[in-house]
């Protein structure tokens, strides 16, 4: 089995996202960590994100942050936006607030696993080692995606399968030593 998340998800075409705060396989930077984490400089900022090479046909996107090595069972979901319009190709630093202030209209934060409507930051547990974060935008087949708007990022992600017509992924890593 692979150690990519999305590996058991049906295949879909591959395009790039990128980001002014963070890089492929690179740290996260303090601000991005939760501010209950334990990290200095932990503000449960959301990262820019900017995306390039949308599939054909792409009607909106959803954007989602997942921890696969959080020691749940079942990973954590830090962020899941849905019904971002197919016109928009970036997010800004901190869109992922409480009022979702940098979204575009029409774009609606889901509650993440801690049951917040926003982004939360990274908090590994100490010592626990390296954790990846997968930040993903999905190119979706639909203008909106027809989650209920308490609905969990599984239950997105359980969704999207039959919508998706790509993903572009950036991993990040965190730890606590």
Known sequence: MSNNPF???????????????IAEGLPLPPQ?????????????????LRWTGAPEGTQS???????PDAPTGSGLWHW???????????????????????LPQGAQQLPN?????RFIGAAPPAGHGPHRYYFVVHALDVPTI???AKATPALLGFTMQSHTLGRAVLVATGERK
């Open 7 to 21: 590996a058991r998800m049906p295949e879909a075409a591959v395009f790039q996202v990128t980001s002014h705060d």
């Open 32 to 48: 991005h960590y939760s501010g209950m984490s334990g990290v200095e400089g932990g503000q449960d900022l959301s990262p820019h």
């Open 61 to 67: 996107f959803a954007v989602t942050a997942y921890d």
């Open 80 to 102: 899941a936006v849905i019904n971002i319009p197919a016109s928009v190709t970036e997010l800004p630093t901190g869109a992922g607030d409480e009022q979702g202030s940098g």
């Open 113 to 117: 696993d801690l049951r917040l409507e």
């Open 146 to 148: 027809g989650v209920d």
